[in-house]
């Protein structure tokens, strides 16, 4: 079983709906969570962080984290063709606080 | 201070040539990683320099890969005799000291194509 598992894509949604990223992770003892967006060509960049259970909003983002289930997943409300990217989540290894464990993306398309 | 900057952003190199690759960090970050990434994959972890030390390198990482850090500024990356195999974004990140979390901040990559 892959360490940090997502949902390959692509995920189409239409402008302006809610988008949903689900990540799975499988070392129960993990305690913060990250998603970074990444656009064709281009590097990651940090879109949120999230240790505590339950939710987490910045703007039109928000991270649900659920340590007893494993999953973390991020929603965009109001879905913009700007937010076409593939979306990446991260968790930092339990043996050491700066490795960071990748899952694969999900890449998510708007439809205008 | 515009980010973290990598040199060269595309190396197109024949097989069994040494290469290297440069990156700058943020400059008031001590924290510097080195990650390889494959069309469809996530970023697979290399190596992460604490200033100067080198804390930790990938088991994944052959011996062809070198890294260092001397003044604890910038950062190369050498792979040596390149395999078809090495063809991938080269991505360096960057983290402060004691930050509240673990955001790293990435360059924009170098390109390597091993024919």
């Known amino acids: 079983q892959k360490e940090v598992e997502q949902n390959s894509g692509p995920l189409s949604v239409p402008e302006g709906a809610i988008a949903s990223l689900n990540c799975t992770y499988s070392d129960r003892g993990s305690q913060s969570f990250f998603w970074y967006r990444q656009y064709s060509g281009k590097s990651p960049e940090l879109i949120m962080f999230?240790?505590s259970n339950g939710d987490k909003e910045d703007g039109r983002f928000t991270a649900q984290l659920n340590k007893a289930s494993q999953y973390v997943s991020l929603l965009i409300r109001d879905s913009q063709p700007s937010d076409s990217a593939t979306y990446l989540c991260?968790?930092?290894?339990?043996?050491?606080?700066?490795?960071?464990?990748w899952g694969a993306g999900t890449k998510l398309i708007i439809k205008p | 201070d515009t980010g973290v900057s990598q040199d060269p952003r595309h190396k197109i190199t024949k097989r069994g040539q040494n290469v290297t690759f440069r990156c700058d960090p943020i400059s008031e970050h001590n924290r510097l990683y080195w990650y390889r990434q494959t069309l469809g994959q996530g970023p697979e972890f290399l190596t992460y320099f604490q200033n100067e030390a080198q804390l930790e390198k990938s088991r994944l990482l052959s011996d062809r890969f070198s890294a260092e850090r001397p003044k604890g500024s910038f950062s190369t990356l050498e792979i040596q005799r390149t395999e078809q195999g090495d063809s991938a974004m080269y991505l360096c990140a960057s983290s402060p000291w004691g930050g509240s979390n673990n955001e790293q901040f990435f360059g924009p990559g170098t390109r390597l194509t091993v024919l």
């Open positions: 991260a968790v930092p290894l339990l043996i050491s606080n700066y490795q960071l464990i």
């Open positions: 999230i240790y």
